[in-house]
Structure formats: C-alpha cells, structure tokens
C-alpha cells in the first residue's frame, strides 16, 4: 500500500504544507484487518499513482461508476455495492484499520465491484480519476471540524466542488450527507455559489434520504434522539 499523501515541495526543495480535511491518526490494526488487507489488496486495492486509472479495465466492464469519499469503516459501502451490482464503486479512506474493515466485509459479501484507495482523496481525484467519468460522487457525515479556525479543514470548499464536477459527467450528481446543521448551511452555501451545478431539492436546500443511502447505526440512534441529518443533492449540468 502506498503512502497516504505526497508530499509537495516547491521550485527550491521548500516543503508546502497543505491544509487537508483530516488528521492521520496511526491507528492500530487488528489481526482480521491486517489479514484482510493482506488477502484482498490485490483484487480490491488500487495504489495511488498520478496517472489517470481506465475505469473499464479496473471493473473489467462498462457501467457508471459511483466514488465515495471518506467511507469510515466501509458498512453503508460495502452495503450499497451489494444491493447495486450493476453499478461499479470506488471508495476513498485514508484511515488504514477503516480500509481493513471494509475489506473485511467485501470479502464476506463476496463483492466483485469495488475497488478502494487508502490515500487522501482529493489527490485521487486531481490525479487518478478521469474528467467526466463518475455517475455520482458521495460524502457522507465528513468530518464537521466544530470550531470556527478549523472550518478552512472541511472539505466542502468552492475549489473541492468545481474538482469534483469536472470529474462527473453532466447529469452526474454530487451527494452529502451531514448531521451537524452548520456544516450542512456551509454545504448549501458553497453549492449555492458554485457555477454548473442544479440543486435537485424541491425546497431549493435539503432533500429525503434517497433510498440507496443505507441509514447507519449511528444516525439511527440520532434520529430517535431527534437529532437531524440534512442530505443534499446537486446535479452537474455543464
Ligand atoms: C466522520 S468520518 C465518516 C465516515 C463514514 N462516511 C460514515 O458515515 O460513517 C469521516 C471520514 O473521512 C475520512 N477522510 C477525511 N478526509 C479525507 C480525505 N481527504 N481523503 C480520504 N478520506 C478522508 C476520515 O478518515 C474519516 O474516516
């Protein structure tokens, strides 16, 4: 597996510190996640290189292709690419024992259409995924970072938004998902501003959690707490 950031330095060898949207913690593996990386690396990782990957050669087919962001643990994942067989998913984690997790649970749901990469996703998609490829890209409960100075980390950021929209194709659809109203008003803002994108809510801000998106544990319990979870939705029309 390769490592999780390239580091960037300019024209006189100064290293250019990057403000990213998470902090590695070097978590410790389990046996069964250490194994099942071991086992399952070579038919569902994919090592990050700077070049642009061939997504029919990856899936050996061709069928739209979903990317998520930041998949934790992997469950609604794993989840989706199961009940979704004619679609083919990338998944993006830079939390190794997370990558070893849902490794665990492809293998179980024997899943033939998923692929993930443990590397910081916004250099996976600047670097490896082609314009216009993606179907839909999902970002589901990224991390909130609560205090004001530590808003620049989230994210959901003018720039991140146009890179993702170069990488849908038109009519493709970006979807979030947060449970902290203050991210989900900084989401809407950002969307609102951005050039190429429709928002699909009816309401012009938050739409149903569409079906496909499995309600997790954790959301669960929220909403009986009666606690929200706002999704949104954005077509790429040019
Ligand atoms: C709050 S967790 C949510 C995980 C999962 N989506 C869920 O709903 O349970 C956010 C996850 O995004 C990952 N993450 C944050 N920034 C990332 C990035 N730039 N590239 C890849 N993963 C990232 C973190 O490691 C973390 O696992």
């Known amino acids: 597996m390769s490592e999780v950031t390239t580091a960037e330095f300019n024209e006189e060898g100064k290293y250019l ?12 593996l389990t046996k069964g996640q250490a194994q099942a990386i071991e086992k399952n690396w ?19 087919r061709d069928a739209d292709t979903v990317l998520e962001i930041g998949f ?7 989840e989706m690419a199961t009940v979704a067989t004619e679609k083919n998913y990338i998944g993006i984690e830079v939390h190794k024992p997370g990558v070893g997790t849902c490794l665990m ?22 670097n490896s995924i082609a314009d216009g490829s993606l179907a839909r890209v999902q970002l589901f409960f990224p991390d909130p970072w609560h205090k004001k100075r530590h808003h620049k980390r989230r994210i959901v950021q003018p720039e991140f938004v146009q890179l993702l929209r170069k990488k849908l194709k038109v009519g493709g ?20 501003a951005s050039e190429g994108y429709k928002n699909q809510s009816k309401t012009a801000n938050y739409v149903e959690r569409p079906d496909y998106r499995p309600l997790t544990k954790f959301e669960a319990r ?5 606690h929200g979870v706002w999704d949104l939705m954005f077509e790429k029309t040019a």
């Open 72 to 78: 934790g643990m992997g469950a609604s994942l794993v």
């Open 17 to 28: 510190r990057k403000v990213r949207s998470f902090v590695l913690r070097e978590g410790r």
């Open 105 to 126: 649970a492809a293998e179980d749901a024997s899943l033939t259409n998923l692929r993930v990469y443990h590397h910081d996703a916004v250099e996976v998609l600047e």
């Open 173 to 192: 659809v970006f979807h979030m998902a947060t449970d902290w109203e203050n991210y989900a008003e900084h989401m809407l803002e950002v969307m609102d």
């Open 222 to 226: 929220g909403q009986r707490l009666g």
């Open 42 to 60: 070579d038919s569902m990782g994919l090592e990050y290189s700077p070049e642009a990957i061939d997504l029919s050669q990856v899936f050996g």
